[in-house]
């Protein structure tokens, strides 16, 4: 009751839907322009309103492609953006679940270093260090691999550090009960902590996706080869035209496609996203 | 650092756990980072069949560069506007959000998935909204008067990247900021309100002074996100222009490096900014830790 | 089949068109098959292809314009020069049938083919005669002046017809270089750099100022618009909107102009200042050129060989030229488009030719060779940005420019040592 | 100071759970009243309601000689204390004190004379400059009285004050409140759901049940004369025993049982009437078996099985006999000890 | 079943923390063990080293015939109830009791019988397919002594198992859970820090302090024959009043003190050694003001002032009494009821 009142729910209505359509526009204006004949927006003023040629735009997308423009067809590009994004959703998972199991479910040597080598990485986002890792992935023989797309990018702190506090959250007794029951560390790790973490699980599977789908430079960087480009560069490579326009009706297209899938993961796991992260945040 | 009261004993199986994240770290992180020191020490031709070992020359350039000092400064600017406005944005929305009961997931759901929206690809779209002939935004600032170019404009270039960075950031501040608001106990509120607080009182001096600790957290978070994560949007906005309006340090890492091909430059400006980085990843951790206890 | 990378940095309609050369070539035999690639913008294109090489994954044939030209021709080692490769492999190639223009802009000192020529442009005027003639100008008569440009905007501002006179694209491209060349002053000692890699910039000069500064009160009074800076992305779209009446561009443009546009187009040669002596003198070539990196096996390179002999042919070189708005790079195939009678169906389609070919070249209007130019066109955009933000005189950007441009071919230099 | 109304009061929650059912109370000025009930009865929201914390659905209450159901909380001249204290965590103990002041706009120095006085009267002045996590949990309990005390308000309104609180401590509070209240003579209403806080504490004892009162009065009048089953089950601990008054009636005879009403079918026996001396004139004698003795120090409880009967039953001696579990022991106790209740209704017989 | 040896037993945590010191207890087989004491005596230490949960840093521990200093706790047969249970929270009830007879490769049919056996025993049939959340407290409290059940073990360790229910549930538990172990005949230990759990549950009674045993007997010698003042103060509730000898004498007569050792300068009183009947031959007799008095159903506590004594001294009556705060009441009190210590070494001095 305290926080109820009529004006003020009014108010805050208001300042909602306002918000919202804010935050919707944006996407908006490329759901609108990808249902336009080419050159509409080239000529003039954005339309705000659909136009009439949203299923031929999206069929010459999906089928076709620009693959004459620089861009194989969208199905290829959205393939591998899928499998970079799992790779790397996965990869960035499984090493971090295993390297906060280690750092507080056991005591060794040495362990303050390894948690600080690891926890460095957090806020060393691949644009810093581009150069010198793109010689070591080329070195190394992974330009134009999935191998390349997605393993130098699954170190992963933000996880490591997220499931180490939800572990230093889960009670003691569980892994004392599960000693007393006869559970070795990986059959523990395996019965009580994944199932237990899995909320957390789910909150970072859509922020790593999500991650990973959106990379931009790094695939812009190790591919060359049109076979493994990503759907979110292809999209940059699509407006670059050089001396000619963008085919801003197809790019559009492409956009809200490529939007598509991680806004698909996000709705999808909503409930489990927010509460993961709301969990490990206190 | 804490561990269980209880732990596993065992001499080789934590080290095998680890192996795993830190192998790559070592390999992809460590090993490039050291090569990025090597090369800020280097001078080499565009193809990398030349090479001079030149000491401190790329770091003495670089700070004798006006422009390098310049990108400081529009790096600090971008990252605090951004920073700002994405915060208060979302702080907004989530205290009203936080007021709703039945359509508080509705709204959640609309505003949390711009969060899933490409930096490169948000960069584009408000590209095309902002562009000063066929954009929707320039077209409407006209009708106030306002003659919007961020081509020539180094304060219109500003306010475009800006908005861009933050509106993908206002997603996760807002959930971040809902969390928090919801683990203030309401019996502080109304004790407040018992208390003889107005509305505007109890937020400003009990609900945000709570919510500090989030505050500051999001803070470093979004600081880093606009120091680092924002390229695309930049690279898909002004390119850094005009004239270097908007030219951050990332984006003028990858350009000095892989446009301009100046390797050691872009070495050099590496090892700045992995400085950098660490002493916020320190501010940072001390902070959690602290926190954690809290 | 033995497959040839080529790397390529034209997007859009002109990446179509470019596939289709490819595959004609691939159609026209069965050993060999060229796999174009869209790596970005000239600039992407040009440094993945070097980062790439570093890295020993580079490409067959990188398509590089002609301002990487210093940069490449330095670069011994990691290039094949073509004279060489097509010696090598004993396919026929007369320089002499090229334009002495594009021949003399890609030959080392020797005298030697280093790369081979594609596609090659100049920057010329399109106009909307809608809007001329809505702003009571002659529809069939371009400005030919700056003063003309001038008064021409005013009028079409005035009376309403278009919110804005004129943009560019490229604005280093035309506004310096071409500028230069066309009014027959210097950018660069040494022949602007075509006699060594000691060379300095000198286009500080009065006329390059007050030509900035021009802009930029042309900008404030709404008769010149920015369009951004290296390829000036915003000016094309300004042009098909309406928005501006006239726009300097690439001769490349014309296929995109043609189809993006639903009013009348003209084309016009640059402006020049009438009060200098010897403007309008012929302007430089820009677009690119195709060159061939080291590193590949024999087989490889008798496909590349294979191919720049497809591309030599008149037909299609006559049929890229008149498709795309570059230039007719040999001489055969201009006179076969001629003979085709398609400059007279298509009235403009020859502007860029007679543009370029309207004096014999002097030292200042050959072109330019420097190294690092990439990097420094980009200072030159940055510096006339500061000029159009009002950050900067004329005269002080161009000492900036100059200066900073100076340095970064020291650091050229530097590196080959 | 003032005296509360409460005129048929009831709450509906939006979404329709309805907390509260047409509670009719008057409180007397300086009367501490205690709220008692199982989770979820409605206790909490029936505070609530006073404290203007929760909008009134039904009836009307009137603090003072005002109606104040539409009045804001800061406006009802009430002061309430937490069950977590709700103590401001980000100021310091005299800030949290102060801050209902200031709100007021009183004056500095009244603020400051206010709120040493009352820090001197809780002991807590050597803690003002400390903020609330400083401080021990029955510290930050006097805080959050404090902070109801400066205020000096018509009526004091407790929700489960002490339940965060140690055994220990919970004692010295209960004890220090009570002192406090009737010392300051300030209308209160206590809600707690420890019987021992309920019985020691209240003038009055008010159980509710399903969002509605079983029964007012005394502690000693609920004790001795439960009104309802629910009121004798919930108020004593051990609780009282109920047995069916036919199971009885074949245990002991029935001039034993002669005064109580025949249509009583369900009888309550307290643990603490059962005696182990043997049955004196006009007292009821009782046989089970032990199944378990429990010494607790000064006194026993003896659980205790009788033949044709599932429950257990408990009694509670003051001393610890020296019995064997699984003996047969036999009970005194007096006539005028038995609770007779009506089981449907649950209505006490007489 | 087996019997546990404790042969001097420490404690000291990394860090050098010492929590438990020279511990030297021997359980009988099939013995209900319970560790009392304030909160970080080492209670829980204790017990977690015998369940092998703390590694053990002096001392040897022999459970039946083996030492087990240095075996797993899965090794050490033993079963372990949690304060908060410690279930498994993704697992169904069937499976948090299976889980630890799986992880030992009992056979599957050998599982279901005992887990069947275990769960009619207790009486959570009905609940095996859902999760512990979908319980309530008391349900909660029986699957995790279900989970120490099917184990059969030769031990059961119990930590705090009750102190999350409500007090209702708390007493039912509790004499569930001391009718299993007779029943069952295991030998156990038992912590908690609730008096009344620790009377009435222990065979015997351990007092823990500081991580020293202060005393160890049953509970009627615990209470009645406190071999310390902290023995005296932490058993029995209301706590024994303590008062100087020498204040004591100069009330009373020197002939009523005369078995009091001369040495003895702290006296303790029970709270429920005072009453108000009048003093017989013998008796000591103490008057004072009643400052406050608490009416708790069958019991009242007074709350006294005496002249010249600073603290409290409390009385607990079986009754409530009909007199007013601020009366003067005398008190009697058998000699006999008098706990001579002594005050600097805190031991009992006869
Ligand atoms: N905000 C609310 N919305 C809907 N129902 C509510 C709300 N608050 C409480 N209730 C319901 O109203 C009833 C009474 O709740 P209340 O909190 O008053 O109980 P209580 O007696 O204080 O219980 P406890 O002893 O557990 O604190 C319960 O059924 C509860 O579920
Ligand atoms: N893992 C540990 N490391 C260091 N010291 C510890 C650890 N666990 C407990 N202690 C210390 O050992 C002492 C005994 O703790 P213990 O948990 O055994 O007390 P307890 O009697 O069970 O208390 P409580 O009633 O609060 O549960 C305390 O001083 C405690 O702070
Ligand atoms: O757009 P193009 O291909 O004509 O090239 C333009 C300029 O030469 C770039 O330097
Ligand atoms: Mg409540
Ligand atoms: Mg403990």
């Known amino acids: 009751m305290v926080e109820n009142n009529r004006w003020g729910n009014f108010f805050a209505h208001l300042v ?216 979110v560069m292809g999209i940059q490579r699509m407006v670059t035209g050089g001396d000619s326009e963008p085919l801003w009706h197809l790019v559009m297209a492409t956009v809200v496609l490529a939007a598509l899938p991680p806004i698909l993961v996000i709705l999808f796991m909503q409930r489990l996203f927010v509460k993961g992260l709301t969990e490990t945040e206190k | 650092m804490q561990t269980k009261r209880m732990t596993f004993s065992s001499k080789w199986l934590p080290y095998a756990l680890l192996a795993p994240q830190v192998i790559i770290t070592l390999i992809f992180f460590i090993w490039p980072a050291s090569q990025a020191l090597y090369q800020s020490f280097l001078r080499q031709d565009i193809f990398g069949l030349r090479t001079n070992f030149v000491w401190f020359d790329n770091f003495n350039r670089l700070f004798a560069d006006p422009l390098y000092l310049n990108s400081l400064k529009v790096t600090l600017v971008f990252s605090l506007g951004t920073t700002f406005l994405s915060m208060s944005v979302a702080l907004l929305f989530a205290v009203m959000v936080n007021r709703m009961i039945r359509s508080r997931d509705s709204y959640t759901t609309f505003l949390v998935w711009p969060y899933a ?123 850094g222009g005009p004239a270097q309006a908007t030219n951050i340090l990332v984006y003028k890492v990858y350009r000095d490096g892989f446009v301009n091909l100046n390797l050691g430059s872009s070495a050099a400006q590496s090892v700045i900014l992995m400085a950098i980085v660490i002493v916020l990843t320190v501010i940072q951790f001390r902070y959690i830790e602290r926190r954690v206890n809290y | 089949q033995v497959t040839i990378e080529w790397w390529h940095a034209l997007g859009g309609e002109l990446g179509e068109l470019l596939e289709g050369v490819a595959e004609g070539f691939n159609a026209s035999q069965s050993d060999f098959v060229v796999r174009p690639s869209f790596r970005g913008t000239y600039t992407e294109t040009m440094t993945g ?17 002609e301002v990487g030209t210093g940069t490449m021709m330095a670069a011994e080692g990691a290039i094949y020069p073509i004279y060489q490769l097509m010696e090598d492999k004993g396919v026929p190639f007369d320089p002499e049938a090229y334009l002495p223009a594009v021949v003399s802009y890609y030959t080392d000192p020797n005298g030697n083919m280093l790369s081979f020529p594609f596609n090659s442009s100049t920057p010329i005027m399109y106009y909307n005669k809608d809007v001329f003639e809505a702003a009571g100008l002659d529809p069939e008569t371009p400005p030919a002046t700056w003063a003309d440009v001038e008064a021409a905007s005013i009028a079409i501002l005035e009376s309403g017809a278009a919110p804005c006179g004129f943009t560019t694209s490229w604005p280093s491209w035309v506004m310096l270089e071409n500028f230069s060349a066309w009014h027959n002053i210097p950018l660069g000692t040494l022949a602007n750099g075509f006699e060594g890699f000691e060379t300095e910039f000198v286009f500080n000069n009065e006329l390059v100022a007050r030509h900035w500064d021009n802009l930029k009160a042309w900008q404030d009074a709404g008769a010149f618009r920015w369009g951004g800076p290296g390829p000036g992305p915003d000016a094309f779209p300004a042009f098909y909107a309406g928005e501006c009446a006239i726009v300097f561009g690439s001769s490349a443009s014309r296929a995109g102009v043609l189809r993006n546009t639903d009013f009348n187009v003209g084309f016009g040669f640059q402006p020049h200042y009438d009060d200098v002596e010897g403007a309008p003198q012929n302007s430089v070539i820009g677009g690119a050129t195709l060159w061939v990196l080291t590193g590949k096996s024999d087989e490889e390179y008798e496909g590349v060989a294979r191919f720049f002999e497809y591309l030599s042919q008149p037909e299609v070189q006559a049929e890229w030229h008149q498709d795309t708005g570059y230039l007719p790079i040999t001489q055969a195939s201009f006179d076969l488009t001629r003979e085709q009678g398609y400059y007279d169906e298509n009235p403009g389609a020859d502007t860029s030719i007679l543009q370029m070919t309207l004096n014999e070249p002097t030292e200042n209007s050959r072109g330019l060779r420097f190294g690092n130019f990439v990097q420094i066109r980009d200072v030159i955009s940055e510096e006339m940005e500061a000029v159009m933000t009002g950050a900067k005189t004329g005269e002080q950007a161009t000492n900036d420019a100059v200066r900073r441009g100076n340095d970064l071919l020291r650091q050229f230099e530097a590196g080959l040592n | 100071m003032a005296s509360i109304f409460m005129d048929n009061l009831g709450k509906v929650y939006t979404g329709g759970v309805r907390a509260v059912t047409g509670v009719n109370l008057d409180i007397a000025d300086g009367e501490m009243i205690v709220l008692v009930g199982p989770s979820g009865c409605g206790k909490s929201t029936l505070l609530r309601m006073v404290a203007g914390l929760e909008t009134i659905s039904e009836g009307s209450l009137k603090i003072g000689d005002r109606v104040v159901n539409n009045l804001e909380p800061a406006d009802r001249d009430i002061a309430m204390v937490f069950q977590n204290y709700a103590l401001y965590p980000h100021m310091t103990v005299y800030n949290n004190l102060a801050y209902g002041l200031k709100n007021r706009g009183f004056a500095k120095s009244e603020i400051q004379r206010r709120v040493n006085e009352a820090a001197q009267m809780l002991e807590i002045g050597q803690f003002l400059d400390r903020k609330p996590r400083q401080l021990s949990g029955g510290q930050r309990q006097r805080v959050a009285m404090g902070r109801a005390l400066v205020r000096e308000p018509a009526a004091f309104l407790f929700d489960e004050p002490l339940s965060n609180l140690d055994a220990k401590l919970r004692v010295q509070m209960r004890v220090e409140i009570r002192q406090l209240q009737k010392r300051l003579g300030t209308t209160s209403l206590y809600v707690t759901h420890d019987q021992l806080e309920a019985l020691t504490m209240a003038d009055r004892l008010v159980v509710l049940n399903g969002g509605q009162i079983e029964q007012v009065g005394t502690p000693m009048e609920l004790y001795s004369r439960p009104a309802t089953t629910f009121v004798a089950g919930f108020i004593g601990s051990p609780a009282m025993n109920m047995l069916s008054s036919e199971y009885l009636r074949g245990l002991v005879s029935a001039e034993a049982l002669s005064h109580v009403p025949t249509q009583a079918d369900l009888i309550g026996i307290r643990p603490e009437d059962l005696s182990l001396a043997a049955p004196k004139d006009g007292e009821i004698s009782l046989t089970g078996t032990l199944m378990l003795l429990e010494p607790a120090g000064a006194e026993s409880h003896l659980h205790l099985r009788f033949d044709g009967h599932d429950d257990m039953i408990v009694a509670r001696l003051p001393h610890v006999p020296d019995v064997a579990e699984g003996a047969k022991l036999t009970f005194s106790l007096p006539r005028g000890k038995l609770h007779p209740f009506d089981r449907a209704s649950g209505k006490r017989m007489a």
């Open chain 2, 117 to 239: 929206v490409a930096p490169a690809i948000a960069g584009v779209l408000w590209w095309f909204i902002f562009n000063p002939s066929i954009g929707i935004m320039p077209y409407m600032l006209k009708g106030f008067g306002y003659d919007w170019n961020h081509r020539s404009s180094s304060t219109d270039a500003m306010i475009l990247v800006i908005i861009a960075a933050a509106w993908k950031q206002i997603s996760y501040n807002f959930l971040f900021f809902l969390a928090g608001l919801q683990s203030i106990p309401h019996s502080l509120i109304e004790a407040a309100a018992i208390d003889g607080a107005s509305r505007f009182k109890r937020f400003w001096t009990i609900v945000f002074p709570l919510l500090s600790p989030i505050t500051f957290f999001l803070m470093v978070v979004n600081v880093v996100y606009a120091m680092f994560d924002t390229f695309g949007v930049i690279h898909a906005t002004t390119e």
């Open chain 1, 16 to 231: 909602l839907i306002l918000g919202v359509a804010i935050v919707i526009f944006p996407v908006y204006v490329a759901i609108i322009a990808s249902t336009h004949p080419p050159g509409t927006f080239i000529r003039g003023v954005m339309p705000l309103l659909p136009g009439p040629n949203a299923l031929e735009n999206y069929k010459t997308v999906i089928t076709e492609g620009r693959s004459r423009a620089g861009t194989p067809p969208i199905g290829g590009m959205l393939w591998n953006s899928f499998v970079m994004a799992m790779a790397i959703t996965l990869g960035k998972l499984s090493i971090s679940l295993l390297s906060a199991f280690a750092i507080v479910y056991f005591r060794f040597p040495f362990r303050i270093f390894f948690f600080w080598v690891i926890f460095l990485t957090l806020m060393l986002p691949v644009e810093v260090r581009i150069v010198p890792t793109f010689q070591v992935v080329a070195d190394l023989g992974m330009l134009n691999s999935f191998a390349g797309l997605s393993i130098p990018l699954i170190a992963s702190a933000t996880a490591t550090f997220l499931f180490r506090q939800f572990f230093m959250t889960v009670p003691e007794e569980l892994m004392e009960a599960a000693r007393v029951d006869g559970a070795g560390p990986m059959k523990f790790f395996k019965d009580i902590l994944m199932p237990l973490s899995i909320t957390n699980i789910a909150a970072l599977f859509v922020i790593m996706f999500i991650y990973g789908w959106n990379q931009y430079l790094w695939p812009l960087l190790i591919t060359t080869d049109p076979e493994y480009y990503t759907i």
């Open chain 3, 49 to 65: 292809a070097i980062a790439a090489f570093r890295a020993n994954q580079q490409p067959h044939i990188v398509q590089v314009f």
